[in-house]
């Protein structure tokens, strides 16, 4: 299939993108690599008015060290994080999954921001970031702020983002050396989305998270806890029950597979 008709509009800077936001009649979309909005204009999933493209913009690729904080730009792409470009434990953690997501070609152009200001539960950042902690970088009208990787994803397709706003970067933790992560996720073949999705990362303090579900990516708390407790593993029994207090609406083909992920990962954390 073919997209609606749209008009497009290649922004020069941020300003730029900022103010056609603004003065967009009808509904308007930031593109940037344009590997998650593309298929699903294609599939006439999304019809905007106005596309906004944003893949010439200066200042949102950069990856920078700044003591505890890593920044990453949202316009980095897969690739770059695949091939290691972010330093450290936190970019060793990344790398595992930027080099799972889909296939070369779409890592090439596929951003980190857009995949997770478009928010499709069964992308890998949103859940992957999220086990990472940190806060979002956001650019609206009224200058820049920030949002923590807790409350940006709201639900499926879904975020924290205002109607003129741009997700413009990351800031996240420079994990220690004696920082443990795991990641697993379930696919049918590589290169598809997920079906499930366990991320686990011990910093300061574990985070444990289910994605791939059918709203937003959560928290498994009671994960956390024990192995903040000291648990070096978590049996897919034990997963289950986790996972089952915070999404009782699960069958039990998909409280199986989300507890497998979520077991692999701490198993990959501590392997």
């Known amino acids: 299939m073919k997209s609606a008709k749209f008009d497009h509009q290649r922004a020069a800077s941020l300003d730029d993108a900022l103010k056609a936001l603004g003065n967009a009649d009808g509904e308007a979309r930031i593109m940037g690599g344009g590997q998650s909005l593309g298929p699903m204009m294609n599939l006439r999933l999304a019809q905007p008015d106005l596309l906004i493209d944003i893949s010439?913009?200066?200042?949102?690729?950069?990856?920078?060290?700044?003591g505890d904080v890593i920044r990453v730009g949202a316009r980095v792409t897969h690739a770059r994080v695949e091939d290691g470009e972010v330093p450290g434990v936190t970019g060793a953690y990344m790398q595992t999954v930027a080099s799972g997501i889909s296939y070369r070609s779409v890592r090439n152009r596929g951003t980190i921001g857009g995949s997770v200001a478009h928010a499709d539960p069964s992308a890998d950042w949103p859940s992957a970031l999220l086990a990472?902690?940190?806060?979002?970088?956001?650019?609206?009208?009224?200058?820049?702020?920030?949002?923590?990787?807790?409350?940006?994803?709201?639900?499926?397709?879904?975020?924290?983002?205002?109607?003129?706003?741009?997700?413009?970067?990351?800031?996240?933790?420079?994990?220690?050396?004696?920082?443990?992560?795991?990641?697993?996720?379930?696919?049918?073949?590589p290169g598809e989305f997920a079906d499930?999705?366990?991320?686990?990362?011990?910093?300061?303090?574990?985070?444990?998270?289910?994605?791939?579900?059918?709203?937003?990516?959560?928290?498994?708390?009671?994960?956390?806890?024990?192995?903040?407790?000291?648990?070096?593993?978590?049996?897919?029994?034990?997963?289950?029950?986790?996972?089952?207090?915070h999404e009782p609406g699960f069958d039990d083909y998909d409280l199986q597979i989300h507890a497998v992920a979520l077991s692999r990962a701490v198993g990959r954390a501590f392997a």
């Open 56 to 66: 010439r913009v200066g200042g949102l690729d950069g990856i920078e060290v700044s």
């Open 132 to 189: 990472l902690g940190g806060d979002v970088v956001i650019a609206g009208q009224d200058g820049e702020r920030r949002m923590p990787l807790d409350d940006f994803q709201v639900g499926p397709f879904a975020t924290g983002l205002g109607f003129e706003e741009i997700l413009t970067g990351f800031e996240l933790p420079a994990l220690s050396d004696s920082a443990k992560c795991g990641y697993y996720k379930v696919n049918r073949k």
């Open 196 to 245: 499930a999705i366990g991320a686990v990362v011990i910093g300061v303090s574990p985070r444990v998270v289910c994605g791939a579900t059918e709203a937003a990516p959560f928290r498994v708390s009671v994960a956390e806890e024990k192995l903040a407790a000291g648990a070096t593993e978590i049996s897919v029994a034990d997963a289950r029950d986790m996972i089952a207090v």
